[in-house]
C-alpha cells in the first residue's frame, strides 16, 4: 500500500513570498496526485492535481510539480496572500486498484500580511 | 463540481448514547463513499468505505460495532457512533467519488462539510 510523506508541518511565508510545500510516496505505481486546501473547520477542497504522465501543471498562482524517479511531488504557491492561510494535505492512491487516497499529514501555511 | 453535504454540522451528546451522521450525494449517485476522522491539527484518517448494497469495509483499529455504517442507497450513506465516549470526539467527513469501481484512482474526491461531535 501507499505511504505518503509530507514536510513541512507548519510554514509562514510573508504576504507575496512563494511557499512550497513537498510529499513524498512510497508506490511507484500511484498515477495521480491530488492536493487539498482545507480551511478551518471547513471541508477538503480540492484545489490541483497531477497525474504521472506529466511533470508539472500550473493553475495561476498554484502549481504541481512530479519527480517519478524521486517519488516526490510539490506545491507552489506564488503571490501569496493571507486567504491561501489553510492546510495543505497531499494525497496520493492508497493501493494498486484503490478507490480511495492517503493523505498526507498536512501543511499549516499562515501568510503574514 | 459535484455536491456533497454532511448532516449534522455539530452535535453535542452525552456519554453512552448513540449519534448518527448523514452523507448524502445531492447530484450524482455513489456506490462507495468513504468516513474518515481528524482530530485537531491532524490529517484526515480513513476509517472506512461504505458500500452501497453490501458491508463497510472498515480499516484496522477501528471497531466496526461501534461505528455502524449504513450505505441504503446510491445517495446515503449513515455512521453512527454507537455508546460514544469522550474520546470519541472528533470531527468525523465523508467523502465520495462520481464514479466507483475504477482499477486506478483517477477521480476528484469530494467531501461533505463535516461533523464536530462532542461527547461530554
Known amino acids: 500500500g501507499e505511504n505518503v510523506e509530507q514536510h513541512p508541518s507548519t510554514l509562514s511565508v510573508q504576504e507575496g513570498d512563494s511557499a512550497v510545500i513537498k510529499c513524498t510516496y512510497s508506490?511507484?505505481?500511484?498515477?495521480?496526485f491530488p492536493w487539498y486546501k482545507q480551511e478551518l473547520g471547513k471541508r477538503p477542497q480540492l484545489i490541483i492535481d497531477?497525474?504521472?504522465?506529466?511533470g508539472e501543471k500550473k493553475d495561476q498562482r498554484i502549481a504541481v510539480t512530479l519527480n517519478k524517479t524521486a517519488k516526490h511531488f510539490s506545491l507552489h504557491i506564488t503571490e501569496t496572500q493571507p486567504e491561501d492561510s489553510a492546510v495543505y494535505f497531499c494525497?496520493?492512491?492508497?493501493?494498486?486498484?484503490?478507490?480511495?487516497?492517503?493523505f498526507g499529514t498536512g501543511t499549516r501555511l499562515t501568510v503574514i500580511p | 463540481g459535484a455536491v456533497v453535504s454532511q448532516h449534522p454540522s455539530w452535535v453535542i451528546c452525552k456519554s453512552g448514547t448513540s449519534v448518527k451522521i448523514e452523507c448524502r450525494s445531492l447530484?450524482?449517485?455513489?456506490?462507495?463513499m468513504f468516513w474518515y476522522r481528524q482530530f485537531p491539527k491532524q490529517s484526515l484518517m480513513l476509517m472506512a468505505t461504505?458500500?452501497?448494497?453490501?458491508?463497510?469495509?472498515?480499516e484496522q483499529g477501528v471497531e466496526k460495532d461501534k461505528f455502524l455504517i449504513n450505505h441504503a442507497s446510491l445517495t446515503l450513506s449513515t455512521l453512527t457512533v454507537t455508546s460514544a465516549h469522550p474520546e470519541d470526539s472528533s470531527f468525523y467527513i465523508c467523502?465520495?467519488?462520481?464514479?466507483?469501481?475504477?482499477?486506478?484512482?483517477?477521480?476528484?474526491?469530494?467531501f461533505g462539510e463535516g461533523s464536530r461531535l462532542t461527547v461530554l
Open positions: 467523502s465520495a467519488r462520481e464514479l466507483a469501481g475504477f482499477r486506478d484512482f483517477t477521480g476528484e474526491l469530494f
Open positions: 508506490d511507484s505505481a500511484s498515477n495521480y
Open positions: 497531477i497525474r504521472s504522465n506529466v
Open positions: 494525497a496520493a492512491p492508497r493501493d494498486t486498484g484503490a478507490n480511495n487516497l492517503f
Open positions: 447530484d450524482f449517485q455513489a456506490t462507495t
Open positions: 461504505s458500500n452501497e448494497g453490501s458491508k463497510a469495509t472498515y
